[in-house]
């Protein structure tokens, strides 16, 4: 599986963005999906995971109630809906694929995008 992340880039604090991450290959829609973010000098951080049929999500407790994860299997797109953004939001975004939706660690995951950048000024 290939991933792309986009969507990416600078908004004000309390604003919106939305994150997709596009996917090759037949087996994208058996795939648990995640996000995960890496700020300067910081590991990467689990931020939302989604079941390969959309029956489970799970957030960080960072981010719930602002963040919304959904997968379009026919378009084999997982997207990050970012709502209320923080400054402590701003890192690189990546999308991974993984066996398992409640996996948290990056370890666990099998395929990664290269990132996206979101900055978020206050």
């Known amino acids: 599986v290939q991933l792309q992340a986009s969507g990416g880039g600078l908004v004000q604090a309390g604003g919106s963005l939305r994150l997709s991450c596009a996917g090759s290959?037949?087996?994208?829609?058996?795939?648990?999906m995640g996000w995960f973010r890496q700020a300067p000098e910081k590991e990467r951080e689990f931020v939302s995971s989604i079941r390969w049929n959309s029956g489970n999500t799970y957030y960080a407790d960072s981010v719930k109630g602002r963040f919304t994860i959904s997968r379009d299997n026919a378009k084999n797109t997982v997207y990050l809906q970012m709502n209320s953004l923080k400054p402590e939001d701003t890192a690189v975004y990546y999308c991974?694929?993984?066996?398992?939706?409640?996996?948290?660690?990056?370890?666990?995951?099998?395929?990664w995008g290269k990132g996206t950048q979101v900055t978020v000024s206050s």
């Open positions: 290959g037949r087996t994208f829609s058996t795939y648990a």
């Open positions: 991974a694929a993984g066996g398992r939706a409640y996996y948290r660690e990056y370890q666990q995951y099998d395929y």
